[in-house]
């Protein structure tokens, strides 16, 4: 089953790329070429792979929350808006209090999972007491994070020049390490990556290991049957949307604190979205959604050289990545079609 998923994963990837080649032929271009610039674009220098697991570590964390609330029976539409919240707090936090380093950080990381766990427990009692879906619940909860960002920047932490941005992030409060940027040579890779990854361990753990983990698993899988086993499965409910929400949060704290170098107003971050298509293409494993984010930040981060050394638009890179997700949301036709193809390979035998 596990490789049943896994090759369905690289299927959706391979018949993405070959849609971007159809359409790069189509509007008059050589796809090898194309490839060729995208993938050098996200992987020829040490400077560009540190750019590409930059791109990739929100991606990684939104993957990995939505991969969790799957995994737990849910449907976390919200990473964008929990990661907004969660990048509200740690700029927040980063632009008020003035402490070393070493102590910053820390307090930004946690902030950014509270806000982004705050932003989890609303669709998460909704769900457990009145039912309400938390697709409804979390789309809603995107465009209240939206709006709430969207007045509170201008109104307490306005940057010098621009109302629709935030003062920048200090260095002491900074995910970037110099170091790390000199090993890169000057990329955008921060601290977040490394707690990306750490964090995905921890998850993979707390799912597969821990009795907390079987618990919401099998509050997921069959909400009476842990009902009549004497679970507390509204708690469980909750508690999974808010492990969701602080995954998301935290990955607000490595895109507006680490990535970037402030807060803008305006924007519904994408990664949020491209966290479902992870978690799909990862078939909502941890690792899988590593793996996945990976790939996405190599396709965000070479489309731009590729549309740079070639006539091809960087909006090819975009319709791959959406293809990618279209064949990894309808993976469950790609299964029974390798079912049926197995099962014909079978009776030919």
Do not use: C
Request: proline residues 3%; glycine residues 12%; positive net charge.
């Amino acid at each position: 089953m596990k490789n049943n998923k896994l090759i369905v994963g690289i299927i959706s990837v391979i018949l993405g790329l070959l849609a971007g080649a159809l359409l790069m032929t189509l509007i008059g271009n050589n796809p090898f070429t194309g490839y060729t610039y995208l993938f050098k674009g996200g992987l020829m220098s040490i400077e560009r792979v540190g750019n590409t697991l930059a791109t990739a570590t929100p991606i990684i964390l939104t993957g990995l929350s939505v991969a969790f609330a799957f995994k737990t029976g849910l449907f976390n539409i919200g990473a964008s808006g929990q990661m907004l919240m969660g990048g509200l707090f740690a700029t927040a936090i980063a632009l008020t209090l003035n402490l070393p380093k070493a102590v910053m950080l820390p307090i930004i990381i946690l902030a950014s999972m509270i806000g982004g766990g705050i932003w989890g427990i609303v669709p998460g009692y909704l769900k457990a007491k009145f039912n309400v879906h938390e697709v409804v619940a979390t789309i809603m909860m995107n465009w209240i994070a939206y709006w709430i960002v969207y007045y509170t920047i201008p109104a307490y932490f306005k940057g010098q020049s621009l109302e629709t941005e935030s003062r920048l992030i200090p260095e002491y409060s900074s995910l970037k390490l110099g170091w790390l940027t000199e090993l890169f040579n000057g990329s955008y890779i921060n601290l977040g990556f490394f707690i990306a990854v750490i964090v995905v361990i921890i998850i993979s753990v707390i799912l597969n290991r821990t009795v907390t983990g079987f618990r919401m698993k099998a509050t997921g899988f069959n909400k009476d049957a842990a009902l009549y086993s004497g679970m507390n499965v509204n708690q469980n409910i909750v508690l999974s949307m808010v492990i969701a929400g602080a995954l998301s949060g935290l990955a607000g704290a490595t895109f507006y604190v680490g990535y970037a170098s402030n807060m803008q107003i305006g924007i519904l971050p994408t990664a949020g979205f491209d966290g479902i298509a992870v978690a799909l293409l990862g078939a909502n494993n941890p690792y899988g959604a590593l793996a996945g984010a990976i790939f996405f930040g190599l396709l965000h981060s070479g489309k731009g050289f590729m549309s740079a050394m070639t006539d091809i638009p960087p909006e090819i890179g975009d319709t791959i990545i959406a293809t990618i997700i279209y064949f990894s949301a309808v993976s469950v036709l790609i299964e029974r079609g390798l079912n049926k193809l197995t099962l014909k390979l079978k009776e030919k035998k």
